[in-house]
């Protein structure tokens, strides 16, 4: 993507940003600063591909985008935060995003990669700025443990 | 869980709202980010060129401020921008002290005269000062030379060449009064003065002004002035060590070396 075509820039952007955003929201469970940082991100993206500088575009997004919800989440007070006027979700969803935001940012941040965006260890680690074991582990333990914080909510739900 | 985790999370992302116009938004904000580099760049850019003349102002101010290297210190020292004059030729006195004019300025400011600003010359081993009164009308020139007479040098007789003067003493000094004012219109008051046994001589010598009148004619100072002057450890202390009065000399109305061969001048 060379940096004076804002054709292939907009189709890029058009075709990331829905992925991107959920992934925002999985990362910071509230919609308007997934909007925010999304969009902040692929800002900072087309102004730095314009300038020839971009390698790999959805390395430099999700990279960049991890890194914005990391530092967003210290201030983070709520599990979830709907969008303005829709209707609220299941609560099997609270539970997941609940358990999802008691990991430490980048084992979710793993888990959302891996299992959301789909990317394989090698894609995850470049983004994270970790090598393909260190994805593995956080990716193992992160399982293990929302499976552990889910399996205890639904403990205490049905008793 | 129940289920891969994709799945489970496709559900919690109901509700997600609209995008409207969110790829415009990016744009937009890409075009802000753009212009705040752009902006930061241009003022960084003037920042380092404005310190860069700052500095280079401030280094020049410097260096253009800094004193001219002195090549010799001292009462008769001569400042390093002052073109060197050839020894002996008459050149404008600095002004740095004049342990000469120190002593010859206060007799003749008591005779109501002035030393003429800037009339000061000066060259190896001698000094020269014209002095005015106060309407400005001149009265005469004060000179004073130091001069190597070695020890074979006896004070001069001016009506004797082959004579040697009886000196009178003050102090460490010997000094021999040579006063000629035969002729009215230019009288002449000289001492000429040594310590007793030093190989240099101290001539000073006051001469009025060459035909104006009878009172132009007079020196500037009388002869127990000119003595007095002359028998002053200041005067011949102004004086550098290695100082003499050579070529370019002014003349004295009874020269120092009056005969080489008796005097060994």
Redo the contacts between chains.
Sequence with gaps: MSGDNDTSLREFVTSRLPQLRRSAFLMCGDWRMATELTRATLARLVADSRRGVVADPDVYAYADLMEACRRRNRRREHVFVASPGAAGIEAESILLLDALHKLTPRCRAVLVLRHWDGFDADATGAMLDLDEDQVVAYERAGLAALEKLLGESEAAMAG | ?NG???Q??E???????E?GD??D???R??A???RR?TQAVLLAGAGTAGLIVALGYLLTATLLESPPATISTGTAGVVGATPAAPSGAPAPAPPTADGVLEVVEPLVKGRALEVVPASQRRGDGWRAYRIADEQGRGRGTVQVAVFDVRRKWCFPVAAEPDACARPDHVGDLEFARYDDVSDADRQVRQTIARRIGGNRALAVMAAGERAADAQGGKPALTGAQVEQVATDERVLDAFEADENCGDGCPAFATPVRWFPSRNGG
């Design positions: 869980m891969p985790l994709n489970l999370l559900h919690v992302l109901e509700g997600e709202p995008l969110e790829v938004a990016v744009f904000r890409a802000r980010l753009r580099r």
